[in-house]
Nanobody
């Protein structure tokens, strides 16, 4: 069974950058599209990015488009989310997720979740 673990969160000033990692174990990562999600305090979880199993297609939500970049290294079983020009409204817990047996974007059913990593953007 696929297991996911995020890392790389932290405290950063507005305009700064962070790179999140999502490391997979228990199953071969290249079988899965991976989605990135975030949940801000008091708000619902939202999807912000997705990358197909091959890495050939990526998409982004409007709030992060042009600032965030998703990539993957299947040999390292890792998906990355490079976050640039961070804003206070990017604050939240960031998660990666996958759907069983699904290689494409968007992801319709999130069967596997990581534990999340906190990102705080504040001066």
């Amino acid at each position: 069974q696929l297991q996911l673990m995020e890392s790389g969160g932290g405290l950063v000033q507005p305009g700064g950058s962070l790179r999140l990692s999502c490391v997979a174990s228990g199953s071969t990562l290249d079988r899965y599209a991976i989605g990135w999600y975030r949940q801000a305090p008091g708000k619902e979880r939202e999807g912000i990015s997705c990358i197909t199993a091959s890495g050939g297609m990526r998409n982004y939500s409007d709030p992060v488009k042009g600032r965030f970049t998703v990539s993957r290294d299947n040999a390292k079983a890792t998906v990355y989310l490079q976050m640039n020009r961070l804003k206070p409204e990017d604050t939240g817990v960031y998660y990666c997720a996958a759907e069983s047996g699904w290689r494409l974007c968007p992801i319709y059913r999130t069967d596997y979740w990581g534990q999340g990593t906190q990102v705080t953007v504040s001066s």
